[in-house]
């Protein structure tokens, strides 16, 4: 895979899960560079479709959403609205408070819980934390994100209506079983998966990039691809509804 925008790799660790950001037990995080990668393509499909944003942007796997935290931190000025949901409730926990870190009061509290454990335990690790949340508080300076929605939903399962709606862009990293598996009763999950989004999409500019393992197949009768590529164990499509 050639990278389009993030050519240049850089030092990310303010972005390191645990660190500033929450960690969610039993969840994975995310290579930052790469979801810097896929939102850009994802922005630039959109242009190319007319759609100049701001942006709406939903993970219906969020896990602890680390992966939409990063891309809100580094790319609030283009998206006005995050929407996060997973299958597990308790999980959601956690990517209340990783959404939060988005706004400057969230970020404010962060700040708070570390200084009071650097004041504690006199850890190097801790005051190293507040350096990155200060770094990180430089984003929020030119965000113009207005909401956070965070719910409960099986996105392979028709049971829930969800009030996500007219979303631009659906970014998700699946379930492949490393640490997290498909927790549903659905005999074909990624298919189910594209029959939910397609409910909640804008059918004319929106686009839903999918992350996941080699061994699964992306497609659908309903979605064209628009662009496809492989990192290590990853492969990632990028797709368009069929009008």
């Known amino acids: 895979m050639a990278y389009m925008y993030e050519k240049y790799d850089q030092n990310y660790e303010d972005f390191a899960s645990g660190k500033v950001l929450y960690n969610a037990h039993g969840t994975t995080s995310f290579p930052v560079r790469l979801a810097s990668e896929i ?18 942007l939903y993970d219906p796997c969020c896990g602890g959403a680390y992966m939409l935290t990063v891309t809100g931190l580094m790319h609030g000025h283009r998206i006005t609205n995050i929407y996060a949901s997973d299958v597990d409730h ?34 190097k690790s801790h005051e190293e934390a507040l350096a990155s949340l200060e770094r990180l508080d430089e984003h929020l300076e030119t965000s113009i994100l207005e909401e956070t ?3 409960q939903v099986d996105i392979t399962s028709n049971e829930k209506s969800s009030s996500h709606r007219d979303i631009s862009i659906v970014m998700t990293d ?6 997290v598996n498909w927790r549903t009763d659905s005999p074909d999950p990624i298919s189910d998966f594209f029959d939910q989004i397609l409910k909640r999409i804008n059918p004319d500019h929106s686009v839903v990039a999918v992350i996941t393992n080699k061994g699964q197949k992306l497609k659908h009768k309903r979605f064209k691809k628009l662009q ?7 492969q990632i499509g990028i797709f368009e509804l069929i009008s």
Do not use: H, M
Not at 98 to 117: I, V
């Open 228 to 234: 496809y590529f492989k990192i290590g164990k990853r």
């Open 174 to 179: 699946l379930p492949y079983g490393d640490k």
């Open 90 to 123: 308790e999980v959601l926990q956690v990517a209340e408070r990783n959404l939060s870190l988005l706004t400057p009061s969230g970020l404010a509290r962060r700040k708070e819980q570390l200084t009071r454990l650097t004041a504690l335990f006199q850890k």
């Open 149 to 151: 929605y965070v719910s």
């Open 39 to 56: 939102i850009q393509r994802c922005f630039r499909l959109l242009e190319i479709k007319g759609n100049n944003g701001p942006y709406s």
